[in-house]
């Protein structure tokens, strides 16, 4: 599958079947996140496996969107080890950390892992009953497992802009 057809086939799954992600698999996919490119190859991300029922638990806890995976990846960074940048308004601690994740879903569909992309929890809450260390920022969670029979993408998946829309040549 080239890239276009794999972007195209990945969709976020809302109804998995409970198997765990195969280990080759899931290795994988990690390993896809720890190549992705992070500002000035700090690599400040990190990557919590959540498979154990008192981590699943815990995710339970702070979303109702884990749909049913029996893997989680809780994507996080570390803010002792940022980047900031001139004029010092941003840092690259959230983009990094979407880039890696963006690397495993896409890793995840190649593998032939479903996933679903979480952002429907309060980050601080879920990095508390998490047990993450206070100078971690939790930025998302990634459902990762087998769809269930009958799961499929949302009606409103293939409704793109037109590039005309949201490209412009200066």
């Not at 086939?9 to 390993?31: H, M, S, T, W």
């Not at 969107?65 to 959230?94: F, H, M």
Request: proline letters at 6%; a negative charge.
């Amino acid at each position: 599958m080239d890239f276009l057809e794999l972007a195209r086939a990945r969709y976020a799954c809302k109804k998995f079947d409970g198997r765990p992600v195969e280990a080759a698999q899931l290795e994988r996919i990690l390993e896809a996140g720890r190549l992705a490119p992070t500002a000035k190859n700090l690599q400040e991300q990190r990557v919590y496996v959540l498979r154990s029922p008192e981590s699943l638990a815990a995710v339970d806890s702070v979303t109702p969107c884990r749909y049913g995976a029996a893997t989680v990846l809780a994507v996080a960074y570390d803010s002792r080890e940022l980047y900031v940048y001139p004029g010092g308004k941003r840092d690259s601690g959230v983009e990094d950390a979407a880039i890696v994740a963006t690397h495993m879903m896409l890793a995840a569909k190649a593998e032939g892992v479903d996933s679903c992309w979480l952002n429907r929890f309060d980050p601080d809450e879920a990095a508390k009953a998490l047990g993450l260390p206070e100078h971690e920022t939790l930025v998302m969670l990634l459902d990762l497992g087998y769809a269930a029979e009958g799961a499929g993408p949302l009606p409103n998946h293939g409704s793109r802009k037109p590039l005309e829309e949201t490209v412009s040549y200066i």
